[in-house]
């Protein structure tokens, strides 16, 4: 059984249109400065809102927001861009 019923894959959560044979979301180009971004790990104690989130660091920081996505919305919809890997 899962721990928690809210960490369960998330797959019900922001159900996007997509396109092509993998119905990926299609997401326009844009053009930000590589020095525009901060850490995930640093966005909660960050006063920074003209800048990108990233999640490119340990497996855990992300952990965080995937297990408990509804506490890091607001702050997530303060920043103007978000970054995160494709797996």
């Known amino acids: 059984m899962y721990k928690s019923r809210l ?4 797959t019900t959560r922001a159900v996007f249109c997509g396109e092509g044979d993998f119905d990926i979301p299609k997401i326009e180009p844009t053009t930000i400065s590589a020095d525009k971004f901060i ?3 640093e966005a909660m104690s960050s006063k920074k809102t003209d800048c990108g989130i990233h999640f490119f ?3 855990y920081q992300f952990t965080r927001l995937w297990n408990k ?3 890091y ?3 997530l919809k303060k920043i103007y861009l978000r970054y995160v ?3």
């Open 85 to 87: 890997t494709r797996f």
């Open 39 to 41: 850490g995930f790990n």
């Open 73 to 75: 919305i607001d702050l």
């Open 69 to 71: 996505p509804d506490r």
């Open 7 to 10: 960490s369960y894959e998330n």
């Open 57 to 59: 660091l340990d497996d």
